[in-house]
Nanobody, 122 residues
Framework: VQLQASGGGLVQAGGSLRLSCAASGRTFRSYVMGWFRQVSGKEREFVAAISWDGRVTYYADSVKGRFTISRGNAENTVDLQMNSLKPEDTAVYYC????????????????WGQGTQVTVSS
């Protein structure tokens, strides 16, 4: 699976952004898809994930109620809608794929896209 993330940018606090991850490969619908983020000098942090069929989602406590993950298996895409953004959401965001349901650690994910920068100004 090859992944390509897009949609990052600069936004004011309280604003919204939508990230998208396009996947190649016929087995996309077999994978749990996740989003992580990383600030320079810190470890990569779990943000959200969605089951292969889109029925189960799980989120980091820091983004619950503000971020929504969704997927389109026909389009081979997974999106992250980010609302009520805060300066502490500033990071490089990565999409990733795994066959492990419930995975929240970066070393549990097997495929990664290149990052997309999200900057939230105060």
């Amino acid at each position: 699976v090859q992944l390509q993330a897009s949609g990052g940018g600069l936004v004011q606090a309280g604003g919204s952004l939508r990230l998208s991850c396009a996947a190649s490969g016929r087995t996309f619908r077999s994978y749990v898809m996740g989003w992580f983020r990383q600030v320079s000098g810190k470890e990569r942090e779990f943000v959200a994930a969605i089951s292969w069929d889109g029925r189960v989602t799980y989120y980091a406590d820091s983004v619950k109620g503000r971020f929504t993950i969704s997927r389109g298996n026909a389009e081979n895409t997974v999106d992250l809608q980010m609302n009520s953004l805060k300066p502490e959401d500033t990071a490089v965001y990565y999409c990733a794929a795994t066959l492990r349901f419930g995975a929240t650690l970066s070393n549990e994910y097997d495929y990664w896209g290149q990052g997309t920068q999200v900057t939230v100004s105060s």
